[in-house]
């Protein structure tokens, strides 16, 4: 299996377990690391606000505040009475609102300034300032002269004033200035949801705060009290003049009504209902009594006239006498003789036959009776049919004077109509001005007695203690200042941490296998991109020395943390390219400067101190830092072996202590086409050549970023070593460069974290993780300062 070969997205086998749960929780882990990374810079920050506190309180001159209570009583005006002319409704927030307004004023400064003469008082007017107060104007100052404004006496913010404007208000108009200073100094607030107000003042003289103080208390009683007598005597003024109009308003009023009602006639019974009304209620009344009447005599002269007009042989049939008729006794009397001679005479016809002359007597009566009641029908008849036509005229009668009554009754309700108005308008009138009468009696009343709503349940005492500033609240507002500043400084230090740390960041931002951290070895460290001098002197200087001390730091200190990372390099490339003969090692880097030539040089020779046959070659054609770090002073290089087609012998310099071949880099000016001479014919037989004679071949190649010759050079490598520097590599580069560059990021064996701080490497590692347990790896690695003793030798 080729490791290389692997994609980027798949070359990590293990992912990290809390990368899921920092989208969606809060990383405390990491939260706590920052802090512990920036508690310096916190712990500064803090010990510089406690000095500023301490610097403010020396310089800040005590103040003292006098407070006084006042209580807005509305139950104090209900001696006088319950209602007033001048009352104001104290039960919403707007209203007490309205009363802290009156007490800020200036009406209210003007008579406490001229009751105190505070236009004169040098305590009052120039007050001892702090050091701040003072460092505030300065700066204001310089604002106004640099864009100069203009000032208006008498309005705005006093405080805001810088020093030349303040002094040129007081000599405009010192009283002004005074009012302006106290009405912006005084302090009005409402005590909680109640109705009192504190009234207070702060001066650095405790005598002079008690002053102000009672006399602005006293100034807002007397003015309650000057407000309710003006309100009173004007709501006074205004009633008598209102009074004369209402009262000649409501006389008209009335008259008007009388007028209307006389002219229309409009006279109203005992119960107040109009007499057309009345009548017509009367004759409604009559006219349903006299249909009744009709109803029943049509109903009674209908029925006897269907008797009589149906004969007189169905006459006794259908004779239904009213017992109230003064004529039934008579048709029953003959109804009964009709009954009698009719059962006698079926007697006899049952006993001598019909031709009897007795039944033919009785038969010729029985007819005599049924003509007298049918004569007795016919008159009864005419008589309702009488009745009938009387109770029809009578009820024909009445509708006519029903409806003139009507005709009466409609033009009469819309007079009433009017009438009415003209009535409501009156009372209206009548009752205002008995209403506006009780409100002057009362007013008259409160002008001769005037009741204020304000009392002071609280007079204002000298203060005994400072008020500001207060010791513990500067001292823990200074601290806690001093933490929050050093905590934004430490934020915007991890917020511009975009460098890797840590090897979890290289796993988990880039993919990369990470092979371990590379210690800071030298006491100065230099920049390998640094040119080199020829003087002779340079060479041998204490810097060049160091340098080349560097270089061989694995093969001087082979148990130093640095080797054993070394040594975990070699392991990763044995594994990923096993069964390859030999093995072409390229080191690259993102940024110059972030010592890939000293882990070339180094990792070459722990290679060749195992006994490995290799060869280190300078890759780097255009900037050759390794083989000036090496001190090698050479006439040809790799450039010229491989333009001339020359094998590694005839430029290659051997290690006496190692055996380690170098070839070396020799610069010829500003040689532009490196990355043509790494990909040509030419250097792929170089290194064909190589691999016949040594097992490694590691290659220091030009960083990523500037040039693309490393990128040249990727088709004859094996596998690549990523240098970063730890503390100065950007992340997102990294990622970027191997994102742009998949061919090269797939042979990347692993990267390593160059010149570590292992005192601070310790900050930026998880709980639990490797970084904090180096300080135990210590009995298995050449102490640091071992290490560099033998690279200062």
Not at 15 to 28: E, L, R, T
Not at 253 to 275: C, I, N, P, T, Y
Not at 476 to 487: D, P
Not at 748 to 758: E, M
Request: glycine share 6%.
């Amino acid at each position: 299996m080729n490791y290389a070969n692997f994609p980027l997205d798949k070359r990590m086998p293990l992912p990290n377990s809390d990368a899921g749960d920092g989208d969606d929780f809060i990383d405390i882990e990491r939260l706590l690391g920052m802090a512990a990374r920036q508690a310096k810079v916190v712990g500064v920050c803090a010990v510089i606000g406690l000095f500023l506190g301490m610097l403010y309180l020396q310089t800040t001159p005590p103040k003292f505040v006098s407070v006084s209570s006042v209580l807005i009583d509305e139950g104090l005006n209900k001696i006088v009475d319950d209602i007033s002319a001048a009352s104001t409704t104290m039960q919403t927030d707007s209203a007490i609102l309205s009363q802290i307004e009156i007490l800020t004023s200036t009406r209210l400064a003007a008579v406490v300034v001229d009751k105190l003469k505070l236009d004169q008082n040098e305590a009052f007017m120039n007050p001892p300032q702090s050091a701040l107060a003072q460092g505030i104007g300065l700066i204001r100052g310089l604002i106004q002269y640099v864009r100069p404004s203009p000032v208006m006496p008498g309005v705005g913010d006093i405080s805001k004033l810088d020093p030349a404007a303040r002094d040129a208000l007081i000599a405009a108009s010192g009283r002004d200035y005074a009012i302006l200073k106290l009405q912006n100094e005084i302090q009005a607030d409402r005590v909680g949801r109640s109705y009192v107000i504190a009234l207070g003042y702060q001066a650095t003289d405790p005598a002079l705060a008690k002053a102000i103080t009672k006399a602005y208390a006293d100034a807002y009683l007397a003015d309650q009290l000057d407000a309710s007598f003006d309100a009173t005597e004007r709501a006074a003024v205004w009633l008598q003049g209102r009074l004369t109009e209402l009262r000649e308003s409501s006389q008209q009023a009335s008259l008007a009504v009388e007028k209307f009602r006389a002219e229309h006639g409009l006279s109203a019974s005992s119960d107040g209902q109009l007499m057309s009304a009345k009548q017509l209620a009367d004759l409604n009344a009559q006219l349903i009594v006299a249909q009744a009447d009709t109803a029943r005599a049509s109903a009674r002269y209908q029925q006897y006239k269907s008797i009589v007009d149906s004969g007189s042989e169905n006459a006794f049939k259908d004779a239904a006498i009213s017992s109230d008729q003064p004529s039934s006794s008579v048709i029953a009397a003959l109804k009964t003789r009709y009954l009698t001679v009719a059962k006698r005479q079926q007697d006899v016809e049952a006993n001598f036959g019909p031709q009897h002359p007795q039944a033919v007597a009785l038969a010729k009566e029985k007819a005599d009776i049924s003509a007298q009641i049918f004569g007795e029908l016919k008159q009864l008849t005419e008589s309702y049919r009488n009745e009938y036509e009387v109770a029809l005229a009578r009820e024909t009668a009445l509708r006519a004077n029903v409806a003139a009554a009507q005709g009466k009754s409609s033009i009469d309700n819309q007079s009433q109509v009017q009438l009415r108005d003209l009535d409501q308008k009156a009372t209206a009138l009548t009752t205002l001005y008995q209403t506006f009468l009780g409100r002057y009696e009362e007013a008259a009343q409160q002008q001769s007695f005037p009741v204020g709503k304000i009392r002071i349940i609280s007079d204002a005492s000298t203060p005994l203690a400072a008020s500001s500033p207060r010791t513990i609240i500067v001292l823990g507002l200074s601290l806690v200042l001093g933490v929050l500043m050093g905590a934004g400084f430490g934020g915007l230090n991890e917020f511009n941490e975009r460098f890797f740390r840590t090897g979890e960041e290289v796993r988990d931002r880039v993919g990369l296998k990470f092979l371990g951290y590379l210690p800071t070895i030298g006491s100065k460290p230099t920049k390998e991109d640094k040119p080199a001098e020829p003087d002779l002197k340079v060479a041998r200087s204490p810097a060049a020395i160091e340098r080349r001390a560097r270089m061989r730091v694995s093969i001087d200190a082979p148990a130093s943390m640095f080797s054993e990372t070394l040594r975990s390099a070699k392991i990763a490339f044995d594994v990923v390219m096993e069964g390859q003969g030999s093995r072409v090692i390229g080191v690259i880097s993102v940024l110059p400067g972030e010592g890939k030539s000293t882990v070339a040089a180094n990792l070459a020779g722990l290679l060749a101190a195992n006994g490995a046959r290799t060869l280190l070659i300078d890759g780097d054609l255009r900037n050759p830092g390794l083989s000036r770090s090496l001190g090698m002073e050479a006439e040809q290089g790799l450039m010229e072996a491989v333009v001339s087609g020359q094998t590694w012998q005839s430029v290659g310099k051997i290690d006496r202590q190692t055996k380690l071949a170098i070839i070396p880099a020799v610069s010829r000016g500003h040689f532009s086409h490196t990355s043509e001479l790494l990909s040509s014919a030419g250097m792929r037989r170089f290194i064909e050549n190589a691999k016949e004679t040594f097992e490694y071949i590691v290659v220091d190649l030009p960083p990523l970023g500037p040039v693309v010759d490393a990128k040249a050079f990727a088709p004859l490598v094996d596998g690549f070593v990523l240098v970063t520097e730890w503390g100065r590599t950007p992340r997102a580069m990294v990622r970027s460069m191997l994102e742009s560059e998949p061919y090269v990021a797939n042979k990347i064996v692993g990267a390593v974290l160059n010149k570590v701080d292992l005192k601070k490497l310790a900050k930026y590692g998880s709980f639990g993780a490797s970084e904090k347990f180096f300080d135990k790896y210590s009995s298995y690695y050449l102490d640091k300062s071992e290490v560099r003793s033998k690279t200062a030798v």
